[in-house]
């Protein structure tokens, strides 16, 4: 009887002990009856010692398994007085707390670095003084802070950019001075700043916010504004003070930049869907496609090929296929350049090559193979390798290499999917610097004679490293003079060009100058505004500069990254003087290089890497870093 009595005492007090209180828990318990205790407040809370804490006390929400409060929300309490130490800071695992509209003063609780999983933080409305936390990195999962009407004072710590996670910021109606700092964190979606004291300039990374995010605050919108480019020579930009009454213009072609956006995505949308009502014939084999080609006999070449058609390898090209293979490839039309239509071809064993058939070939057999072999020899890390080439009389093809990424042109203009990415600075930058170097590349060819004739944005790709890399090369010298209207590459041709038809470097050097403000402006050589107007991207951002605006010009999406602008505006220079009128002005494409690739190496010291905040969002970590050759002396006036 005995015995069997204690062994139910033993089950009982066993269940209690295995099944019941949890020792974090006992802790945590503890830590608030401690809050409860030693901070004076004028509501009453149910916090007893012998009740349960999860789902009980009010304001304290635990985890699913009941092991530790996680949620702690006091507001209008009526706390008032200091936060007693030790405290708070003894939740561990709290993950949202708000002890909101109380009037607990004293400094921000050092100890609050204890609460390392904090991503809610709500202190607003108390009178809570002194200076903000100086260290926000040790937060790493923190969103949303919201510290206004308080009493803080001193500056903004520069180390908020650390927080890296922060979608909303308020430290509105603080008592906050100095300058603000540029924490440009990609993910920051609300921004108040309203009623402090802060003074100096609002940094670029945050002008995507609207100006009442800092009104009540003396600050001012610096804009930097190089001249119109005198003849070549960049120079690096002095910040020119703008007046109050510019900025308000500045708004207003803003507005007009984003409806014209607006528009241009409209038209990007219905073009696109345009596209995909036809794209049930996008897949055919290649071979029919070249057979029922426009302007060309209907008997193509796969009906009539002979022993001498066959298809000319380059040398060091490892890919086993012959003329038939590509004609029998499944074939997807890519996009129809100026010199011809372009087509993906994947052969049986899965390799995908690009097919181009040129079309209006006004050279005769001999010419176009000579030319094909000086275009074949280029072997450089930053041009579209040529691996083959056809002809006949009714058919010329070319086979290139396929670069799955698509061309700038698609990355920077094409159709948004959800999973896309939007080009990041460091990326453009190495578009521009790789372009950049194949284009000096190929001017040193043939004699240092050749041009390449067609540059633009659709046809430069990112090689595997993401650095720009530039095809199509030596087709214009191939091509009748009388070719119908280069319509696609309008936007790209240099006046001499527009007027005599005939490429040379200089005209080179100003195509890679419109893809220099492509990548800086987001926008299209051509394109329209207004459903009607058309606007040259060249002369806009000419008009633009010439009017001190040049902040407006640059892509929205860049906004988003710190420390970026005085980069941005040196490239823009550099781009300016490549796309001057007078083609003996513009800078030689050797020299356009070493100051492409001197933007990024000026810069190097300062700059709190932007691309380990982005890479957090981006999936792309493994690009290297931009290569920095020692410092030179090569602000050498081009010429
Ligand atoms: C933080 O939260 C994660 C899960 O969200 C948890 O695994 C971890 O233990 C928490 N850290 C602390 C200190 O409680
Ligand atoms: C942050 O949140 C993630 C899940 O969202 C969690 O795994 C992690 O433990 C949290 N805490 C810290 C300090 O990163
Ligand atoms: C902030 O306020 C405290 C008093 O609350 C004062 O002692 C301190 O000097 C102030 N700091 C600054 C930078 O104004
Ligand atoms: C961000 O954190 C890193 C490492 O913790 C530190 O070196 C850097 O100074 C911090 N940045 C700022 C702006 O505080
Ligand atoms: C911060 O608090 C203010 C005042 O309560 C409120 O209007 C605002 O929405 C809050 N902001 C954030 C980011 O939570
Ligand atoms: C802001 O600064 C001005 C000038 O320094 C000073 O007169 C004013 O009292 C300050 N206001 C607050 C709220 O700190
Ligand atoms: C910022 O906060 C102030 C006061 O809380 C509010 O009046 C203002 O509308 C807010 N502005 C923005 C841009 O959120
Ligand atoms: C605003 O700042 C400027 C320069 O930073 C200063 O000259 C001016 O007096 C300030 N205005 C106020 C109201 O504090």
Redesign the pocket.
């Known amino acids: 009887m005995e015995t069997s009595f204690v062994v139910v005492v033993l089950l009982f007090t066993g269940l209690v002990f295995t099944g019941g209180v949890n020792s974090d828990l006992v802790e945590d318990k503890k830590a608030l009856l401690e809050l409860a205790t030693n901070l004076r407040h004028t509501r009453s809370l149910n916090w007893r010692e012998n009740s349960r804490v999860c789902n009980h006390w009010t304001g304290v929400v635990c985890d699913e398994e009941e092991l ?1 409060v996680v949620e702690l929300h006091l507001p209008g309490i009526g706390f008032h007085g200091e936060l007693p130490a030790n405290t708070i800071a003894r939740l ?2 709290l ?1 949202i707390l708000s002890l909101r509209s109380n009037a607990i003063s004293g400094k921000f609780p050092s100890d609050f670095v204890n609460l ?2 904090l991503s809610f933080l709500y202190l607003q409305f108390n009178k809570f003084s002194g200076a903000l936390p100086s260290d926000f990195s040790v937060w790493k ?1 923190l969103t949303n802070v919201n510290l206004s009407n308080n009493e803080f004072n001193g500056s903004i710590p520069g180390s908020i950019a650390n927080a890296t996670r922060l979608t909303a910021l308020n430290l509105a109606n603080n008592m906050l001075t100095g300058e603000i700092p540029d924490f440009g964190i990609p993910t920051l979606q609300q921004l108040n700043l309203t009623n402090n004291n802060l003074t100096g300039v609002v940094p670029f990374s945050l002008r995507r916010f609207p100006n009442s995010a800092f009104s009540g605050n003396n600050v001012s919108y610096v804009n930097y504004a190089p001249s119109i480019p005198p003849v070549n020579a960049p120079t690096v930009s002095q910040p020119v003070h703008k007046s109050r009454h510019s900025r308000k213009l500045g708004l207003s072609v803003l507005l007009a930049i984003i409806v014209g956006a607006c528009v241009a995505g409209f038209v990007v949308c219905a073009v696109i869907m345009i596209m995909c009502c036809k794209k049930g014939e996008r897949e055919i084999v290649l071979s029919r496609k070249v057979q029922k080609g426009e302007g060309s006999p209907e008997k193509g070449i796969a009906g009539g090929h002979d022993a001498n058609n066959r298809l000319t390898f380059f040398e060091g090209c490892n890919y086993a296929f012959d003329l038939e293979d590509l004609l029998r490839a499944s074939a997807e039309v890519l996009g129809k350049g100026t010199f011809g239509v372009a087509y993906k071809a994947v052969l049986e064993d899965a390799t995908a090559v690009v097919v181009k058939r040129l079309k209006e070939v006004g050279v005769g057999k001999r010419e176009f193979e000579q030319q094909m072999e000086v275009v074949g020899g280029i072997h450089h890390e930053n041009v579209v390798e040529l691996r083959a080439y056809y002809y006949s009389k009714d058919e010329k093809l070319m086979v290139y290499d396929y670069y799955s990424q698509g061309s700038v042109s698609a990355l920077l203009h094409g159709k948004k999917e959800e999973e896309k990415i939007p080009l990041d600075w460091d990326t453009r930058l190495r578009i521009a610097i790789g372009a950049a170097r194949g284009i000096a590349h190929i001017h040193t060819e043939n004699g240092g004679k050749l041009v390449h004739g067609n540059i633009k944005a659709s046809n430069i790709f990112l090689n595997s490293q993401n650095y720009g890399c530039v095809s199509d090369l030596g087709l214009s010298t191939l091509m009748s003079p009388v070719a119908p209207a280069i319509s696609r590459a309008t936007g790209y041709r240099a006046p001499e060009v527009v007027d005599t038809r005939k490429a040379g470097q200089p005209s080179d050097v100003y195509g890679f100058g419109v893809v220099m403000l492509e990548l800086l402006t987001g926008k299209s050589p051509v394109h329209t505004i207004s459903g009607s107007e058309v606007v040259h991207l060249v002369r806009w951002v000419q008009s633009v500069v010439r009017e001190e605006w040049t902040a407006e010009v640059f892509d929205v999406e860049l906004m988003r990254y710190p420390n970026i602008e005085e980069e941005m505006v040196e490239m823009l220079q550099i781009a300016m003087a490549c796309v001057v009128r007078m083609p003996e002005q513009r800078p030689k494409m050797a020299d356009v290089v070493k100051m492409v690739e001197d933007v990024r190496r000026l810069d190097t010291g300062n700059r709190p890497s932007s691309e380990a905040k982005s890479s957090g969002a981006r999936s792309e970590s493994s690009t290297p870093p931009l290569p920095t050759t020692a410092a030179v002396e090569s602000s050498s006036s081009p010429h």
Request: hydrophobic fraction near 15%; charge should be positive; glycine fraction near 0%.
């Open positions: 530790r561990s695992a993950q390392k999983n999962n």
